[in-house]
């Protein structure tokens, strides 16, 4: 199981990331200023770094630099304030392999922390997720349905993906709403209702089922 290291001092944020990250089956490690995560990065633990800029202590560019002058060849996403373009060209100077700008939504941080996984550990991915006579292609991003192929929207692929990569368990609307849309979402929004009622048009009103002040789930 891959071990990912979240260096960031923003309790909310890294909360975000540690959960959506281990419900994906990640392990994960959170630090919460500069020092502890140049420390932890060093260790030579973990697979992969996510990598705050702005942090007590040493700052991110400065735990990047030190990481690169040690050889310690760990992949590294750096996070950075919305538009910080300068920082973008350091960090990415400073020997960062990608970077995402806040806000984020999860599934555009998931993307790029299997894309840094996968190339550090070359294994093998799966590329169709299937449940009874539901399968969802990731590469085509199409749906199949008993026989029938199913366009779907952007949104309504992560959504689906989500429950498919967790069949039978019962889904919060929270849950949902944090893994696909992101934490700066209002949670008092009726997206996910209206997203699900579009995968049931689409698929079968029967693939997702209400579970009453739960949420919802993909029967397995
Ligand atoms: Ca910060």
Redesign the pocket.
Known sequence: MERILIV???ERIASFVEKGLRAQGYLTTVAGDGDAGYDHAASGGFDLVIL????PGQDGFTVLRRLREDRVTVPVIVLTARDSVRDTVAGLEGGADDWMTKPFRFEELLARVRLRVRTAARAPEVTVLRSGTLSLDLRTRRARAEDRTVDLTAREFVLLELFLRHPGQVLSREQILSQVWGYDFDPGSNIVDVYVRALRRKLGAARLETVRGMGYRLPA
Do not use: A, F, S
């Not at 705050?52 to 942090?55: H, K, P, V």
């Open positions: 960031e001092d923003e705050d800029i702005g942090l």
